[in-house]
Structures are given as C-alpha cells and as structure tokens.
T-cell receptor, first 114, second 112 residues
C-alpha cells in the first residue's frame, strides 16, 4: 500500500515564525501536491510538483513556498506564518497516469497560528 | 474554468436509509469523474471513478453514473451504515497532468 506520511499531526506556531510542513511518500510517485482544507471552502490547491526540483503554483500560493529536492519528499514552507494560515494541510501523491491515477493522501497536519 | 458543485451538508441519515449526494460539473471536453471519501481523522481516499459517459463506478455499496447529458455524477447507496459517516468529495480531472478539481465536500452523519 502507498503510504504518504506527514511529519506532524498537530502544530502550534506563533505569528511571524517560519514553518516547515514535511511530506514523504514511499511509492516512487512523480507527482506531489499540497492542499489546505477549511470548513465551507473544501480543498484548495496550494502548490504541486511533477518532478524533482520543479513546482507549479496552485490556486492559493500566496504566503507559501515549496521545496522538492528529492523525489519522495515535498515540503511546504510558510515564510512568515499568519493567523489566516491556521488550517488543516493535506499532502498527496500520484503517478504520472493523468487523472486516472488516484491521489494518495496523508492524514493531514492541523496547524494553529497564534 | 472547470468546476464541481456538490450539495451542501451536513446530511444526517438513520442507519439503512437510502443516500444520494448530488454532484454536477462544468468542464470542457470529456473529463474523468471521481468520488473521494475522508473518514474522521484521515486523509482522502478514492471511493470510485468513471472515465467516460454512461460509465458506472461502484465500490463498498456506493455507486455513481457519469451522466453527460445532465453533467452529473450523483453518489448513491441503498442502505447506509454508521461506518459510512465521513466527508464525501466529488472531483473531475482531464487527461494529462493537470490537478483534479474538487467540490467543497459533503459531510454525512449516519445515526444508529
């Protein structure tokens, strides 16, 4: 079974801190994604990556950056955390088979910025 | 651009009731359609999919039929269980590597 592991289940950070959210997948998937999930807004795509060292902006990239130095690891970075970034963050991965390759999600990181 | 609209939740049903969660889409071309499910405390997982018009996806007693004429992909189950309590997301995708477009999700609560 594909496993997507997010390093923290819960995080509490202060406004202005630099925050790293880590995601690792163990199935050699080419594609990796970061979403945030908020009540009433569903899932919103922040950034995605189709290969090592490449990245593409999603729908809401402002205030975030990403890093993909190795195929299995995709990091989401909040350069200066703000309270409106309090959310559930979900990482996902898939192979390159287009939409018919299912997304595999981690269990999420609930980030609270105070 | 492409979009997916799901019925607002939450939906609360008694055990063994019939479930329908409506999903309609707007898209160019011929997208593939999906239902993902998120159980409490977990990430999303693929429930079922359909890749062309009139296809029926099914899994775990859930079904959905790709209706091109009504641009719909409604999720149905004949008899829900408490263990079906979750958030359900409808999504669409195109060939190539563009990311899936998700609906906002519908929370289902099934009570014994």
């Amino acid at each position: 079974d594909v496993k997507v592991t997010q390093s923290s289940r819960y995080l509490v950070k202060r406004t202005g801190e630099k925050v790293f959210l880590e995601c690792v997948q163990d199935m050699d998937h080419e594609n990796m994604f970061w979403y945030r999930q908020d009540p009433g807004l569903g899932l919103r795509l922040i950034y995605f990556s189709y290969d090592v060292k490449m990245k593409e902006k999603g729908d809401i990239p402002e205030g975030y950056s990403v890093s993909r130095e190795k195929k299995e690891r995709f990091s989401l970075i909040l350069e200066s955390a703000s309270t409106n970034q309090t959310s559930m963050y979900l990482c996902a991965s898939s192979t390159t088979g287009g939409p018919n390759s299912p997304l595999h999600f981690g269990n999420g990181t609930r980030l609270t910025v105070t | 651009g492409d979009s997916v609209t799901q019925m607002e939740g939450p939906v609360t049903l008694s055990e063994e009731a019939f479930l329908t969660i409506n999903c309609t889409y707007t898209a160019t071309g011929y997208p593939s359609l999906f239902w993902y499910v998120q159980y409490p405390g977990e990430g999303l997982q693929l429930l079922l999919k359909a890749t062309k018009a009139d296809d029926k996806g099914s899994n775990k007693g859930f079904e959905a039929t790709y209706r091109k004429e009504t641009t719909s992909f409604h999720l149905e189950k004949g008899s829900v269980q408490v263990s079906d309590s979750a958030v359900y997301f409808c999504a669409l995708g195109h060939s190539g590597n563009t990311p899936l477009v998700f609906g906002k999700g519908t929370r289902l609560s099934v009570i014994a």
